[in-house]
């Protein structure tokens, strides 16, 4: 009995080595940890810009805001004016801008009357006070010339191959001319947080669920930045991945069918707005906050874990109707979850001067209803405004 029970065990022990030890070898393979940013050709401050925000993450939560610079509700291409900064006392630590309509040939405005010489000057602003740069592109449909919106069928038509690849690379082309000059006056080109092909498990954009397959759209987004990269040598881009969330559209599942891979992203992130329709109410809005915070943290988890820096890559609730939105709503849902503390930054929406579309705003301006809360927000040491942050752009800072 003895002589046949100890090999037994021994092959039982051996088994259930190999086990583990397959099982630790398909998770090193599935998820691997990067150190830098997936461009292997990045420029010295677009390293370090990943570096430290890297590092930043850990302790503080960037606050950024679409379009600051630019208009606010109760103004238009003011210079200096900022809506953030007149309530808050600082510009925000991130800016975004929306490149929407700089594929088309001529076209001097973005698709919300954003001059992009003007938006150069305000990039090249934002970066030397120290802010965080972050783009986005409504990129119109290039099969029917229609806006983003148009969820015409694209991706076989413009992929190489497609009898429309010609037309998507020249929009690429005018994409990376743009690009190329927004350096600094000696020649250095400003990092930039790219954020291609957007909410894409959502199906309202044409590179959205639905409107294109996952295989196509993880084609186009490697195509776009191997593109960037090798033929047009931009190396001063981080790029962020950011689907709905992992409770919406899709989900986890969604969340991953379509990602990338690692060789194209840099950060990690999701978009998702407190309104999600007209229906919910306030007391709906408070009701979510805890599972915001469970999302933030599962997708501050998820990044870590693959060396990618997490954000919350846009949100916002609509004309901010809740007094304390900012210290209740935001910042306790960061703050609900021990993980979702870690992301890296929070960008809300743009302020629509309200003479061009009333009603479409997501930071306060100065009387607004929230203002008073979001001055407590920012005063939070989790939140930092432009005027907090260490340089973002200096190597092992
Ligand atoms: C949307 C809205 C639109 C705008 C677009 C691109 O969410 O704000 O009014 O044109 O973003 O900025």
């Given at each position: 009995m003895k002589a046949i029970k100890f090999p037994l065990l021994y092959l039982g022990m051996l088994g259930l080595f190999l086990v583990f030890a397959s099982c630790a070898k398909t998770e090193s393979r599935e998820v691997q940890v990067s150190n830098?940013?997936?461009?292997?050709?990045?420029t010295t401050e677009t390293k370090a810009l990943f570096a430290n925000l890297k590092k930043l993450a850990k302790d503080h939560v960037l606050y950024g805001h679409q379009d600051d610079l630019a208009y606010g509700v109760k103004w238009?291409?003011?210079?200096?004016?900022s809506d953030v900064k007149e309530v808050a006392g600082s510009y925000p630590a991130v800016y975004g801008w929306e490149v929407g309509?700089?594929?088309?040939?001529?076209?001097?405005?973005?698709?919300?009357?954003?001059n992009f010489n003007n938006m150069r000057e305000w990039i090249k602003q934002g970066y030397q006070r120290g802010g965080l740069i972050t783009m986005s592109w409504h990129m119109?449909?290039?099969?029917?010339?229609?806006?983003?919106?148009?969820?015409?069928?694209a991706a076989p038509q413009i992929?190489?191959?497609?009898?429309?690849h010609k037309k998507f690379t020249d929009k690429l082309d005018r994409f990376a001319a743009f690009i190329k000059t927004l350096?600094?006056?000696?020649g250095t080109p400003i990092p930039i947080i790219f954020r291609p092909?957007?909410?894409?498990?959502?199906?309202?954009?044409?590179?959205?669920a639905g409107n294109i397959t996952p295989e196509n759209y993880k084609k186009l987004y490697s195509f776009t930045l191997d593109y960037l990269r090798n033929?047009?040598?931009?190396?001063?881009l981080l790029i962020a991945y950011s689907p709905s969330?992992?409770?919406?559209?899709?989900?986890k599942e969604a969340f991953w069918n379509f990602y990338p891979g690692n060789d194209y992203v840099d950060i990690i992130g999701f978009d998702s707005y407190f309104?999600?329709?007209?229906?919910?109410?306030q007391d709906e809005i408070r009701q979510n906050v805890s599972t915001l915070g469970q999302h933030l943290g599962w997708v501050v988890r998820q990044a870590e874990q693959r060396g990618k820096i997490p954000a919350f890559t846009e949100t916002g609730l609509n004309t901010?109707?809740?007094?304390?939105f900012w210290t209740d709503i935001l910042l306790k849902a960061i703050k609900?979850?021990?993980?979702?503390?870690?992301?890296?930054y929070v960008l809300t929406w743009r302020n629509a001067n309200e003479n061009r579309m009333?009603?479409?705003?997501f930071a306060p301006y100065p009387?607004?209803?929230?203002a008073e809360n979001f001055k407590k927000f920012t005063d939070d040491p989790l939140i930092l405004l432009e005027n907090e942050l260490p340089d973002m752009y200096k190597p092992n800072n």
């Open positions: 830098g940013p997936a461009d292997p050709n990045a238009i291409n003011e210079p200096g004016r309509d700089i594929g088309n040939e001529g076209a001097t405005e973005n698709l919300d009357h954003v119109d449909n290039p099969v029917t010339d229609g806006d983003a919106w148009d969820t015409t069928r992929l190489p191959g497609g009898k429309l350096k600094t006056d000696d092909f957007h909410e894409h498990t959502g199906s309202w954009f044409w590179w959205g033929k047009k040598g931009i190396h001063n969330g992992p409770g919406n559209h899709g989900g309104h999600f329709s007209d229906s919910v109410t901010i109707p809740i007094e304390n609900s979850n021990p993980d979702a503390k870690r992301i890296a009333k009603g479409h705003y009387g607004q209803k929230s």
